[in-house]
């Protein structure tokens, strides 16, 4: 997949950073977390993700990686990255250690928590590793003491949950609680989509575009949606 440099908003400044990688995690089977403390501050919304590029075989690639914490702090990201089989840019990255630089450019991206105010009733639907963002959306909201109620609806295809004691951890800390499902669109009760205020949808095109067709079928209005989507 090719990103393009998706248009932030306009006060955000867009351009090249270094990272050093001061912790590494595998918190889960082949997924790791990683913190970075940045060269540059930089201002960026909860949501909001990184272009790195790699140079394999004189080829460039891109990967786009979600930043996973509040934003609250502007001089460290955090990063959750998988490793999976392919593409071979996710080898590459999980095998940095600590001491290393990541280079990457950013803050990119219009799926983010802004504009909070006469909002009361949010509800995240996570597809797997769409999740990520939803992280930094709710660590936001418990860093900035927002007084919002948040329900999450995760779908997760991969064994081990991932985030989970996060997310029981959060949910013991702001106005949150997650359900576990197999499949979102084999959900038949809708009320908790009509009656939030904002819903954000994260996760493959396979997944969600089926699940768009399903809100609009049980009338729920798409001016409250937000949706993200890959592949």
């Not at 996973?68 to 998988?82: A, G, T």
Request: with cysteine; glycine share 6%; proline share 3%.
């Amino acid at each position: 997949m090719t990103y393009k440099e998706d248009p932030s908003f306009g006060e955000l400044d867009i351009r090249t950073r270094k990272g050093e990688i001061f912790i590494k995690e595998e918190i889960e089977n082949d997924v790791f977390t990683f913190h970075l403390k940045l060269d540059n501050k930089m201002k960026y919304y909860p949501g909001q993700y990184i272009l790195v590029e790699f140079n394999i075989e004189n080829i460039g690639q891109v990967r786009a990686y979600t930043m996973v914490c509040s934003s609250l702090n502007q001089e460290i990201i955090e990063l959750n990255i998988q490793k999976t089989e392919d593409p071979v840019t996710s080898h590459i990255i999980t095998s940095y250690k600590v001491g290393d630089f990541i280079e990457f450019r950013g803050p990119f991206g219009k799926f983010a928590l802004i504009d909070t105010k006469n909002i009361d009733t949010l509800v995240f639907i996570a597809v797997n590793i769409g999740i990520n963002p939803f992280i930094s959306m709710l660590r936001y909201i418990e860093a900035a003491g927002l007084d919002l109620s948040v329900k999450m609806i995760y779908m997760w295809r991969y064994g081990d949950i991932l985030f989970e004691k996060e997310l029981k951890r959060l949910g013991n800390s702001i106005r949150f609680n997650f359900e576990m499902v197999e499949d979102i669109n084999k959900m038949e009760n809708f009320d908790v989509l009509r009656n939030a205020d904002r819903i954000y949808i994260c996760g493959e095109k396979a997944v969600t575009n089926p699940f768009i067709e399903i809100l609009e079928k049980n009338d729920i209005n798409k001016n409250k949606i937000k949706l993200e989507q890959w592949f």
